[in-house]
Every structure is written in structure tokens, then in C-alpha cells.
């Protein structure tokens, strides 16, 4: 039966599952979330109700053996060589996949955790030197804003981002950092990454690479099929297009259900928003609108740009024209599900709401 260590003290079992008082009294509202977590890990049941984040429609319930989140916890600690009371960083939502997992990894591999608020500057209330630790994208970018906060992120030993892409900018950012710093790929359905991706130093690729245990493929329409028998009963068939090498090596671009046909052509979601992403100062979608001739048209759907002449110019300068936006239309806040992802239903449906004569609605043709 494993304990746990957190903020360098050690927890039993009985000190989440038993009559005792409830440790972390008088702490964070997140260290109750933890002993809540932890409450149910250490329960008698052999199963653990996880849900999908919901960034393309309506979160799903997936029933996981404890095994199977402890077998994708072994593979991320051989990985990186961790070892008993190594410091760990808990700065994500226990609410979702990512976060659970970096506290069945310290259970796993006795590592010493420390549970900050998640919010979008982890490393401001903290200057511990951590040995591991997992943030989304907007936390690192939000860190390399200040010097402080950019100091301690280079002195964490290892780290993995996920739960979203990684652009151009913050990619090369990362780039010359000292420390090990890589890009995971995995979901709800596969306990956490399957696959990871470096950044940082001279061993960075833009290719994922599986680990050992993991096999994929890809379909006739040129989906990422896993084959990942210690985390999952069966192959996975997902949502997301890939290219994959005969190293079993991949990249993502983008997914099956973010593809709009319009006039006739095929346009990747993600691969406009990607060169978009420098040029763009603040949180913006594309999604796109029906449309009578087109079928569908692109829009842009951005949070009050500084410069909205600018952002037109570079538009009509960066993409070919198949993939401008029709309309660009300015909104108080672009919908994020839970864990920072872009909400893709919610983002169609407020597309879908755009007063075509309103002064906010700009067009590019």
C-alpha cells in the first residue's frame, strides 16, 4: 500500500480513509481537493471515474483500473528517472486528467509534492528548485513575462507541458533553456501522455516520440490509432490527424472535427491558428459559420484586438486566401473549457450568434 509525501511530510491510508481529522485543516481550498483525491484513491474500489475536459462537445465519463493510471505513472517516472523525494509541483486542476496524474506519480514513485493554487502565475508564490513538474502552455507563458518567474522555471529539473498546443513563439522561447523541458501528447482516454516531445536544448525535435509500451498507427482517413495495453483495454481511434514516420515518430495536425470545407477546399483549424499565433496579441479562435455559396465560411473570432487594421493586414499577408477569415468578429471573452483549452462547441455556437451588420463584424473579402 503506497503513502504519500507531501510538502515533505508523510501520509498514510488511514489519514485520508479513516475517522481521523481531516488532514490540511486550516490549508487551501486545492489541499481540500487533494485530500478529496486522495480519499477516493485510497478507497477499497479498483476503479477511478475520470472525465474528458469537453473542448469539442460534452465531457464524457471514462471508468480507469488504478493499475492502469499507476502503469502510465511508471512510464513517465523511468522516463525521467524519478525517484523517491524528488520535488514535485502540483499547480493543475485536480478536476481533470493532468492533475490527478502528477499525484498518482508521486505515489507511484515517492516523490515529494507540493500543491500550489492552479492559476495562471504558479511560480510566484513558490521558489523551490522542483525536480519534475507539468503546466499548461498560458502558465509557462505567463512566466517568461517576469524575470522572477522565468529564473524559477529554468531551475525546474524536468518539465512537461500539455492540455494544449504549443505555438512558434513560446516553442522557440523554450528553446535555449537550461533544463529539460518537453511537449506531451495524450488524452482522458489514454491516463495521460503517451507520447513526449523535447523543446528545450540540443536534443529538440518536432515529432512526437511513443513511449516503449505504446504502438501507433494511422487509419485510412489518417487518424492516430494507439495500441497502449497497459493503460487501455482497447486501440484507440482518435479525433486527431497525424503524419507519422516509419520511427513511429508523429506530429499532430490538427483534429478530424476541426476541419471546414470551404468552397470545396479543406481547411486545419489549427494550422491557421498557428500562423496566426505570433501576430496576434490576446486569446482568438477560428471556427467558421454556414455559408450559402461557400458551405462553410471561416471566421476569426477575437478578444478586442490593440490593432484591428493590423491584424487585417497581416491576416491577408500570412494566409493564402482560402484560408481568411470571411467575417472577424470581436467578443468579450473566447469559451475555455475547465483546463484552459479553446472550447470548440461553445466558440461555433457564439460564431453561430454573430449580427452580421454590427460595427464589430469586419469583412475580408
Known amino acids: ?76 517516472c523511468d522516463f525521467f528517472h524519478l525517484k523517491k523525494g524528488d520535488k514535485a509541483l502540483l499547480c493543475l486542476p485536480l478536476a481533470y486528467i493532468a492533475g ?34 507539468a503546466m499548461v502552455p ?24 500539455g492540455g494544449g498546443a504549443i505555438d512558434e513563439t513560446l516553442d522557440a522561447a523554450l528553446r535555449e533553456f537550461p533544463n529539460s523541458i518537453y511537449s506531451t501528447y495524450g488524452m482522458t482516454e489514454t491516463v495521460s501522455h503517451i507520447a513526449l516531445r523535447r523543446i528545450s536544448g540540443a536534443g529538440a525535435r518536432s515529432y512526437y516520440t511513443p513511449f516503449p509500451t505504446v504502438e501507433v498507427a494511422l487509419s485510412e482517413d489518417n487518424r492516430l490509432i494507439i495500441n497502449a495495453p497497459l493503460i487501455a483495454d482497447q486501440p484507440l481511434l482518435t479525433n486527431d490527424i497525424a503524419e507519422l514516420r516509419t520511427d513511429s515518430s508523429f506530429r499532430i495536425i490538427g483534429r478530424i472535427d476541426n476541419v471546414v470545407n470551404s468552397g470545396g477546399i479543406k481547411i ?39 490593432n484591428p487594421v493590423h491584424v487585417k493586414k497581416n491576416i491577408k499577408k500570412l494566409l493564402p486566401r482560402h484560408q481568411q477569415p470571411l467575417l472577424i468578429h470581436v467578443v468579450e471573452a473566447i469559451p475555455q473549457t475547465g483546463n484552459g483549452k479553446i472550447d470548440r462547441s ?20
Do not use: C
Open 1 to 76: 500500500m503506497y503513502t504519500i509525501s507531501i510538502e515533505n511530510i508523510i501520509y498514510a491510508p488511514a489519514d485520508f480513509t479513516g475517522e481521523r481529522k481531516p488532514v490540511f485543516a486550516g490549508k487551501s481550498p486545492f489541499h481540500r481537493q487533494l485530500y478529496l483525491f486522495l480519499r477516493e484513491w485510497f478507497s477499497d474500489s479498483a476503479t477511478y471515474r475520470l472525465h474528458t475536459s469537453g473542448s469539442t462537445g460534452t465531457p464524457k465519463e471514462i471508468i480507469v483500473r488504478k493499475e492502469q493510471m499507476l502503469q502510465s505513472a511508471k512510464g513517465t
Open 100 to 133: 490527478k496524474m502528477m499525484v498518482v506519480r508521486a505515489l507511484y514513485a515517492g516523490l515529494d509534492i507540493y500543491p500550489v493554487e492552479p492559476d495562471g502565475h504558479p511560480l510566484i508564490r513558490t521558489d523551490i528548485p522542483f525536480d519534475f513538474a
Open 138 to 161: 498560458l502558465q509557462v507563458y505567463n512566466s517568461l513575462q517576469a524575470e522572477k518567474e522565468k529564473q524559477r522555471l529554468s531551475r525546474i529539473k524536468h518539465l512537461i507541458i
Open 268 to 306: 486545419q483549424i489549427e494550422e491557421v491558428e498557428q500562423v496566426l499565433h505570433p501576430f496576434i496579441t490576446g486569446n482568438f479562435a477560428i471556427t467558421s459559420i454556414s455559408h450559402p455559396k461557400l458551405g462553410e465560411a471561416i471566421v476569426l473570432l477575437i478578444e478586442h484586438p490593440d
Open 346 to 365: 461553445a466558440v461555433k455556437q457564439l460564431a453561430k450568434k454573430i449580427n452580421l451588420s454590427s460595427p464589430t463584424t469586419g469583412y475580408m473579402y
